[in-house]
């Protein structure tokens, strides 16, 4: 299975600005995506990040807030901007490799204050 | 609404006891399930996936499929505290390659 390196892995922002999330897959995946999860919460698919075009957002997300880039089939990243205190949450990149489930990184844990 | 139902717990067995934890989804076209579990603070990680009607061993863990019941349950056998986590349920629906997760079960084994 993949091992994904995600960072950073905790922050604390202020409202108003905006934080960067970085996800490096040690193998080449055509797809990666992004999750949201709140406290008590399940799962929440953000976006899927595909190489070389633009992501594709689901229902309540939307680009201008979450920003994703996907320069190369090993790297993505997520950004969430004009954080609000809702923001707070722990967001996630995974992948998939065919049969064998979806590997996730260690997650980023946002406090927006 | 395609939907991944779980009791939230939570689930408190001995140790060395059996448990079960269970999974129902509402689209009787899904075809891959996977069980995950999630320690406090930490990702999810991939226990268990399971594709066709029936069992599913996996040292103490067990996954369980009907299909014509429409749900998936995960049995762990000798649990042990480190067992001690939550455990979600994800489902491919028809047509998606991508899981809908559902909220969890949070598993407590007490010594």
């Known amino acids: 299975s993949a091992v994904i390196s995600q960072k950073p892995s905790r922050d604390i922002c202020q409202r108003g600005t905006s934080l960067t999330i970085q996800c490096q897959v040690d193998s080449q995946v055509t797809m990666m995506f992004w999750y949201r999860q709140q406290p008590g919460q399940s799962l929440t698919l953000i976006a899927t990040?595909?190489?070389?075009?633009?992501?594709?957002?689901e229902s309540g997300f939307v680009i201008d807030k979450f920003p994703i880039s996907r320069p190369n089939l090993t790297f993505s990243t997520l950004t969430v901007s004009n954080m609000s205190p809702e923001d707070s949450s722990i967001y996630l990149c995974?992948?998939?490799?065919?049969?064998?489930?979806?590997?996730f990184g260690s997650g980023t844990r946002l406090t927006v204050v | 609404q395609k939907e991944v139902e779980q009791n939230s717990g939570p689930l408190s067995v001995p140790e060395g006891a059996i448990a079960s934890l269970n999974c129902t989804y509402s689209?009787?076209?899904?075809?891959?399930f996977f069980w995950y579990r999630q320690y406090s603070g930490k990702s999810p990680e991939l226990i268990m996936s399971?594709?066709?009607?029936g069992d599913k061993e996996d040292g103490r863990f067990t996954a369980q499929l009907n299909k014509a019941s429409q749900y998936v349950s995960l049995l762990i056998r000798d649990s042990q505290p480190s067992d001690s986590a939550t455990y979600l349920c994800a489902v491919n629906m028809r047509g998606s390659y991508i899981p809908t997760f559902g909220r969890g079960t949070s598993l407590i084994v007490h010594p």
């Open positions: 689209d009787r076209g899904s075809q891959s």
């Open positions: 399971i594709y066709s009607n």
């Open positions: 995974s992948v998939e490799f065919t049969g064998e489930g979806y590997t």
């Open positions: 990040a595909n190489q070389g075009s633009e992501a594709t957002y």
